[in-house]
């Protein structure tokens, strides 16, 4: 079937059932292939107005973004590569008489890089942790460039007296290893960006307290843009960047939505919205298109951001999800 008969011939729910199919045969191709967007569609049955919700969630899972398997190596490769290797090597440049010398870039850099270490955002379970694993991989790391979040320190019991000669005990905490220039946190996805502002507290600002001078840095796949501002103007990182930004325009149902700049006849903004908060109150009360209104259509090969809206990623017993997210337990 040609794309330009499937444009112009079929009727809308038609042709945007034949773009979800496209999408599971190339870029969704990792995802289930079982036709269980049909079990998802199924979740729309308001009597009312059954077709037309169902035409309506087909017109947004027809605008889903999912970055499978490939895409995020890729997106690996550009994190350490873009954000990380080019500005050093700028600065190396720069501090050279902008020199164009590979063998001077390179020794210097691979010094630089030796001084570095990378870490995950959260505990060993969670998403940004497990990433660390691909990263190395795509970027030919070494394993000894990789540590966890309790190696950063180094704590000593000290034992001493006080003014009236009673024993006291105190902890010291250090750096462990002084030789390290920088630590650069690796994480998937920004929504809020309160993760990273937690981590802040209980790690950056220690680092910085002990040394001032210790370069920390946060760097992302995906970040929002509330969420990244966030992170800039409320924690001690001193760079905090992302591959892809999401702006405002990936709200779904913002004033700029990207997703309805386009007007169809059978389409309508405010129907999609209110069909959305409708389903969305009752699988997530508190968060009806996503947490802190998130109103995001994404998704990552290794799990669902809850930013997204909660009609693509919940699962109960009377609601089957098309892109699964798989929650942390504490």
Same mark, same amino acid.
């Given at each position: ?18 773009? /979800? ?9 990792? =995802? ?10 199924? *979740? ?6 059954? !077709? ?18 490939? !895409? ?34 390179? =020794? ?17 379970? !969670? ?97 929002? !843009? ?6 800039? *103007? ?30 169809? *006849? ?47 990623? /919940? ?9 699964? =997210? ?5």
């Amino acid at each position: 079937m040609s794309a330009n008969i499937t444009e112009n011939t079929l009727p809308i729910y038609d042709r945007l059932l034949y773009k /979800v199919i496209t999408y599971y045969a190339t870029i969704w191709k990792d =995802r289930r292939s079982d036709k269980i967007y049909n079990d998802w569609l199924n *979740n729309f049955k308001d009597s009312s107005c059954e !077709e037309k919700e169902k035409l309506h969630a087909l017109f947004l899972l027809s605008k889903f973004m999912y970055f499978g398997n490939v !895409e995020l190596r890729e997106l690996l490769r550009c994190v350490f590569r873009d954000l990380f290797k080019y500005p050093i090597v700028a600065e190396i440049r720069r501090n050279n008489n902008n020199t164009k010398d590979i063998s001077l870039i390179n =020794r210097i850099f691979n010094d630089e890089l030796s001084k570095t270490k990378f870490l995950g955002v959260g505990n060993p379970s !969670e998403s940004g942790v497990h990433l660390l694993y691909y990263f190395r991989q795509e970027n030919n790391l070494e394993k000894g460039c990789f540590i966890n979040t309790h190696e950063i320190f180094k704590t000593n019991l000290i034992k001493e007296k006080d003014a009236n000669d009673v024993d006291i005990s105190r902890i010291d905490i250090k750096i462990r290893n002084s030789n390290i220039k920088r630590y650069v946190f690796i994480d998937d996805f920004c929504g809020s960006g309160t993760q990273a502002k937690d981590y802040s507290k209980d790690i950056v600002e220690q680092i910085k307290h002990i040394n001032k001078d210790i370069e920390v840095n946060y760097l992302m796949l995906f970040g929002t !843009e509330d969420g990244i501002n966030s992170v800039k *103007n409320e924690t001690k990182f001193d760079k905090v960047e992302t591959v892809f930004t999401i702006d405002s325009s990936f709200k779904c149902f913002s004033d700029n939505s990207r997703y309805f700049c386009k007007p169809i *006849n059978e389409i309508e903004k405010d129907f999609c919205k209110n069909m959305c908060e409708k389903y969305g109150s009752t699988l997530w009360n508190m968060h009806p298109l996503g947490y802190k209104d998130g109103q995001l259509l994404l998704s990552l090969f290794h799990n669902t951001p809850d930013n997204t809206l909660p009609i693509f990623w /919940v699962e109960n017993t009377t609601w089957t999800p098309i892109f699964k =997210r798989f929650h942390k337990i504490y």
